[in-house]
């Protein structure tokens, strides 16, 4: 069996766990299983289901508020389980938790892999120095779009992974779509929504931009937000 250790801030609603996720449900487990290494047991709802499915949840110290007992965790892990792994599968929004790839190579983890998931940090000067550093240690660069990819990897060559999901589960159903309507009132009027955290990465500027002409044309829609 060929075990892949993938290391994410948490187990959260996350795109990137989310992304993880959807993949580890559709594999053939028998053949390919998943571990996780996390930096913070915040938001771990899905802690739970990775373990049904056989896989192992490691949460370590936080980072970076406990930067340096993580590395201390992080290492003595690896120390222990490297020779588990054939690959370690880094998520990244920013290049800031660089030292599970640099311990991987330490202990011979053969793939290593480091996957852009945003185009835009405000940890801009660590980034940079970063982008530079990690090139002594990994094998094969991952981005979820074109832009990910030159961001986080400029003048580097990168393979964009779509972020696949099992569109069944987004399959028209007449009678969710009823229940939806009736449960926040708004009958059969038109429903420009949207889904995801208040961050940059989201783009709701744009969004509103977009409602803002919807309203220029329909001066009676309305907006709204729900938590």
Same mark, same amino acid.
């Given at each position: /069996? @060929?075990?892949?250790?993938?290391?994410?801030?948490?187990?959260?609603?996350?795109?990137?766990?989310? =992304?993880?996720?959807?993949?580890?449900?559709? @594999?053939?487990?028998? !053949?390919? $299983?998943?571990?996780?290494?996390?930096?913070?047991?915040?938001?771990?709802?899905?802690?739970?289901?990775?373990?049904? /499915?056989?896989?192992?949840?490691?949460?370590?110290?936080?980072?970076?508020?406990?930067?340096?007992?993580?590395?201390?965790?992080?290492?003595?892990?690896?120390?222990?389980? +490297?020779?588990?792994?054939?690959?370690?599968?880094?998520?990244?929004?920013?290049?800031? *938790? #660089?030292?599970?790839?640099?311990?991987?190579?330490?202990?011979?983890?053969?793939?290593?892999?480091?996957? %852009?998931?945003?185009?835009?940090?405000?940890?801009?000067?660590?980034?940079? /120095?970063?982008?530079?550093?990690?090139?002594?240690? #990994?094998?094969?660069?991952?981005?979820? %779009?074109? &832009? +990910?990819?030159?961001?986080?990897?400029?003048?580097? !060559?990168?393979?964009?992974?779509?972020?696949?999901?099992?569109?069944?589960?987004?399959? =028209? &159903?007449?009678?969710?779509?009823?229940?939806?309507?009736?449960?926040?009132?708004?009958?059969?009027?038109?429903?420009?929504?949207?889904?995801?955290?208040?961050?940059? $990465?989201?783009?709701?500027?744009?969004?509103?931009? @977009? =409602?803002?002409? *919807?309203? &220029? +044309?329909?001066?009676?829609?309305?907006?709204?937000? &729900?938590?």
């Amino acid at each position: /069996m @060929i075990k892949v250790l993938h290391v994410l801030n948490n187990l959260g609603s996350g795109g990137a766990e989310s =992304f993880v996720m959807n993949v580890y449900r559709n @594999i053939d487990r028998t !053949k390919v $299983q998943f571990d996780f290494l996390l930096r913070s047991s915040q938001n771990g709802h899905m802690v739970d289901e990775v373990r049904k /499915m056989g896989g192992r949840v490691t949460i370590l110290p936080s980072f970076p508020r406990e930067a340096m007992k993580n590395y201390i965790a992080l290492e003595r892990f690896l120390q222990i389980h +490297a020779r588990e792994y054939k690959a370690i599968h880094v998520h990244a929004n920013a290049l800031l *938790y #660089v030292r599970p790839l640099s311990l991987a190579k330490k202990y011979g983890i053969p793939c290593r892999i480091i996957h %852009s998931h945003s185009t835009t940090s405000r940890f801009k000067v660590l980034h940079r /120095m970063n982008c530079i550093r990690i090139d002594r240690w #990994v094998t094969h660069r991952f981005a979820c %779009s074109k &832009d +990910a990819g030159l961001w986080m990897f400029p003048n580097r !060559k990168f393979s964009v992974i779509p972020n696949g999901i099992d569109i069944q589960q987004f399959a =028209f &159903d007449d009678e969710k779509r009823r229940e939806v309507r009736n449960l926040y009132h708004i009958s059969n009027q038109v429903v420009l929504g949207h889904v995801g955290r208040f961050s940059p $990465q989201k783009n709701h500027t744009f969004i509103i931009d @977009i =409602f803002e002409e *919807y309203h &220029d +044309a329909r001066a009676k829609s309305i907006s709204r937000h &729900d938590y």
